[in-house]
C-alpha cells in the first residue's frame, strides 16, 4: 500500500532553516510529482512547489522563491524539502502530497518557530 | 493568477444534501480539472473527488463532484449526511505547473 512517512516535529529559531523529509513506499517512486502543502495553525491550505522524482526537476510558489528547495533521493525513495530564514509565519504543518490528484499525503510535520 | 473561493462554512441535517461551491476568480473552471479534499481535525487530508467528478476507490457515493462553466464554478454535493462528514473541504485546482492552488477550505457542521 502507498505510505508516505514525515519526519519528526521541528522547532526552529528565526533565521535558521528546517528540512523535512518524506519518505515513500508501495509504488514507484519515479512515477509520480510530489508536492509540498503547508497549513498553519487554524488556516487553510496553502501550495509550495513540486518535485519531478525523475528528474528531479521543481516548481515552486512564487512566495517561497528563494526560501525553499526541494530535493530528493532515488535510491531511498525520499523527498526533502528544506526551508530557510524561517519566520514566526512559517509556523505551520508541513505535508508532502503525491501526484497531481495529491492521491495520498504524509501524516505532517509541525514546524514551530519562536525565539 | 487564479483565486478559488469557498464559502468559509455551511450546515445541514443528518440525512439532508448539502452542496459545496468552488468559485474560480479568472479563466475557465473547465481549463484544469478541480479536486475535493476532507480534512478533519488534526489529519491530513484526503481526497474525495478528482479530476473534477472521478471518485478513487473507497469513497462512498454520497459524494460527488460536477462544474458549471455558466457561474464557473466547482461544486462539491454530499448527500445522505452522516454526524462523521463534519469536517472541513477544500477545492483544488492549477494553471501550470508553478501556479497550484487551494480553496480557503469550508467548514461543513452536520446539526
Known amino acids: 500500500q502507498v505510505q508516505l512517512v514525515q519526519s519528526g516535529a521541528e522547532v526552529k529559531k528565526p533565521g535558521a532553516s528546517v528540512k523535512i523529509s518524506c519518505k515513500t513506499s508501495?509504488?514507484?517512486?519515479?512515477?509520480?510529482?510530489m508536492h509540498w502543502v503547508r497549513q498553519a495553525p487554524g488556516q487553510g491550505l496553502e501550495w509550495m512547489g513540486m518535485?519531478?522524482?525523475?528528474?528531479?526537476?521543481?516548481s515552486y510558489a512564487q512566495k517561497f522563491q528563494g526560501r525553499v528547495i526541494m530535493t530528493r533521493d532515488t535510491p531511498t525513495s525520499t523527498v526533502y524539502m528544506d526551508l530557510s530564514s524561517l519566520r514566526s509565519e512559517d509556523t505551520a504543518v508541513y505535508f508532502c502530497?503525491?501526484?497531481?490528484?495529491?492521491?495520498?499525503w504524509g501524516q505532517g510535520t509541525l514546524v514551530a518557530v519562536s525565539s | 493568477n487564479f483565486m478559488l473561493t469557498q464559502p468559509h462554512s455551511v450546515s445541514e441535517s443528518p440525512g439532508k444534501t448539502v452542496t459545496i461551491s468552488c468559485t474560480r476568480s479568472?479563466?475557465?473552471?473547465?481549463?484544469?480539472?478541480v479536486q475535493w479534499y476532507q480534512q478533519r481535525p488534526g489529519s491530513a487530508p484526503t481526497i474525495l473527488i478528482f479530476?473534477?467528478?472521478?471518485?478513487p476507490s473507497g469513497v462512498p457515493d454520497r459524494f460527488s463532484g460536477s462544474i458549471d462553466s455558466s457561474s464557473n464554478s466547482a461544486s462539491l454535493t454530499i448527500s445522505g449526511l452522516r454526524t462523521e462528514d463534519e469536517a472541513d473541504y477544500y477545492c483544488?485546482?492549477?494553471?501550470?505547473?508553478?501556479?497550484?492552488?487551494f480553496g480557503g477550505g469550508t467548514k461543513l457542521t452536520v446539526l
Open positions: 502530497a503525491r501526484a497531481a490528484t495529491m492521491d495520498y
Open positions: 508501495g509504488y514507484i517512486f519515479t512515477r509520480y510529482y
Open positions: 518535485i519531478n522524482p525523475s528528474g528531479g526537476s521543481t
Open positions: 479568472s479563466g475557465s473552471i473547465a481549463s484544469n480539472y
Open positions: 479530476e473534477d467528478n472521478q471518485r
Open positions: 483544488q485546482s492549477h494553471e501550470n505547473t508553478n501556479y497550484w492552488v
